[in-house]
């Protein structure tokens, strides 16, 4: 993926360079091919036992009680709304610190 991302870098014009700055462009290239690589490895593979523990406990929890799971339910639903609001403010706060380091990279 590196190898692949690298050749398509080099074989942009020098106008794409001369836009950029090369400590930018470097710091995200390394950043971005990292977070995809622990999102292939550690996020699935933590993805897939939490599904797996959350069906488990979701079914002892209605082989115990319906009610207490419907409450359950009924109690963690705002909480799974502000999930995709918490994802954009960490979003928000990667990109920053992206660029602080791309800033970092390019005056050291």
Known sequence: M??????????KDIQFFDARKT???????NNDVQ???????????SMI???????MIISIVIYISWQMTVFFICIMMP????????????????????????LQTETS
């Not at 590196?2 to 080099?10: C, G, N, S």
């Not at 977070?35 to 593979?45: E, G, K, P, Y």
């Open 79 to 102: 909480f799974n709304c502000f999930i995709p609001v918490y994802g954009g403010i960490i979003a928000k706060i990667k990109k920053t610190i992206s660029d602080k380091n791309a």
């Open 2 to 11: 590196r190898a692949d991302l690298f050749k398509e870098i080099m074989s």
């Open 35 to 45: 977070a995809i690589q622990d999102a292939l490895s550690n996020n699935f593979a």
């Open 23 to 29: 400590g930018d462009i470097i710091s995200r290239l």
């Open 49 to 55: 036992k939490s599904l797996l523990l959350c069906f």
